[in-house]
């Protein structure tokens, strides 16, 4: 059965510091999102993206995130400078046309 | 007020125990979907509903538009059922889901 795959499982890095969150979502599916749980809270919304851009972001969102499609396989997740507060499971998602979204393992981010 | 509101919060059943939970959720929707969250934290798709019932062998999923209101049904329920169940939700005609808080299963042997 087809899946989605995120790399790396857990992830601890010092505060500032950059991190790319990868994924490798099912290969015929056209829409990408990336959505994170802080531990203990509900899962939050970050970015959807379609047709090589951003289709929706939430305010969480901001100038210190970015998503990339480097080719046809990879969706990635860019934290420019993290913070403690970005401390959470990042999960990766793909849907098809009128599909459900299959959801990755997820990645957990620790920064310390 | 959040958009998408569970209950109960946590469920604790006997095996063999038919299961009850609840979501109800306050704007339009395009479909609402079920999904199941284990410890390790992975996430699971159940269902997606825009109208009426599925089943999925011991799984039923119910949702009522006008009521705004799911159920998710577990006939028969099982110790490997013990999982957080959640409901989410597309809002109008956004792509992004719209997450409750989760439902905790315990089912004990």
């Known amino acids: 059965e087809p899946e989605v795959t995120q790399t790396p499982s857990h992830q601890v890095t010092q505060m500032g510091q950059e991190v790319i969150l990868r994924c490798v979502p099912i290969?015929?599916?056209?829409?990408f999102y990336w959505y994170r749980q802080i531990l203990g809270q509900k899962v939050e919304f970050l970015v959807s993206?379609?047709?090589?851009?951003?289709?929706?972001k939430s305010e969480i969102f901001d100038d210190q995130f970015s998503v990339e499609r480097p080719d046809g396989s990879n969706f990635t997740l860019k934290i420019r400078s993290t913070k403690l507060e970005d401390s959470a499971m990042y999960f990766c998602?793909?849907?098809?046309?009128?599909?459900?979204?299959?959801f990755g393992q997820g990645t957990r981010l620790t920064v310390v | 007020k959040n958009e998408v509101e569970q209950s109960p919060q946590n469920l604790t059943a006997q095996e063999g125990e038919f299961i009850t939970i609840n979501c109800s959720y306050s704007?339009?929707?395009?479909?609402l979907h079920w999904l199941q969250q284990h410890p390790g934290g992975g996430i699971v798709s159940l269902f997606m509903?825009?109208?009426g019932k599925k089943k999925h062998g011991r799984l039923i999923a119910t949702i009522n538009i006008q009521e705004k209101h799911s159920s998710l049904h577990i006939t028969a329920s099982h110790p490997r059922d013990s999982a957080v169940y959640i409901c989410?939700?597309?809002?109008?005609?956004?792509?992004?889901?719209?997450f409750g808080k989760g439902t905790k299963l315990t089912v004990n042997p």
């Open positions: 998602a793909s849907a098809g046309q009128n599909t459900e979204a299959f």
């Open positions: 290969s015929n599916h056209l829409y």
């Open positions: 993206f379609y047709n090589n851009e951003i289709s929706e």
């Open positions: 704007v339009g929707i395009s479909a």
């Open positions: 509903l825009s109208s």
């Open positions: 989410a939700v597309n809002k109008g005609g956004s792509e992004k889901l719209v």
